[in-house]
């Protein structure tokens, strides 16, 4: 019975200039098509291919179970949540309204069906969502508040905090 010849990428762009000599899809997970040397390069033999949002995704990380590393800020879930909370509390402190924060507070707490998956994500991961808000409305608060932390200087060079605390 005989055998097919196998094809090649073909690609020319080699330091030789001679065509690539490597398998049909080396390297990559397509079967067919350039090889991973060569993917981007138009010369190659059988049409160019990018890497699909499905292959790029592979290399995010996912659920715990999947990742190689287990810890914090270890899926996705737990960075849509630091995300959101971290610029929701930023938002907040900026504009010194602290109310503004109780609407992530609901949902991170609540026991309501949040819409969209990444608010989803703050109600399975609400430790996430709640440090990182409160710090991003500190951060915002000091941060763009000169006056406050001047202030807060003062009253600790000055032994007003032992005071404070009687």
Known sequence: ???????????TDTESGDPCQHPEGWGRSAETGPCLEHADDPDAFATTKAFSWQEW???????????????????????HAAGIGLGLGFAAGVAAR?????GLAFIAIGES???????????????YAMVAMVAG???????????????????LNNGGLTRLLG
Do not use: N
């Open 137 to 155: 409305y500190l951060a915002a608060g000091f941060g763009f508040r000169p006056v406050a932390i001047e202030r807060l200087v003062r009253l």
């Open 57 to 79: 995704r592979d290399f995010l990380p996912t659920k715990v179970e999947e990742g190689d590393w287990r810890g914090l800020l270890s899926t996705r879930g737990e960075w």
């Open 1 to 11: 019975m005989p055998t097919q010849p196998q094809q090649v990428c073909g690609s």
């Open 98 to 102: 602290p109310e503004a924060m109780l």
């Open 113 to 127: 069906e949040a819409q969209g998956k990444q608010l989803r994500d703050v109600a399975r991961e609400p430790a």
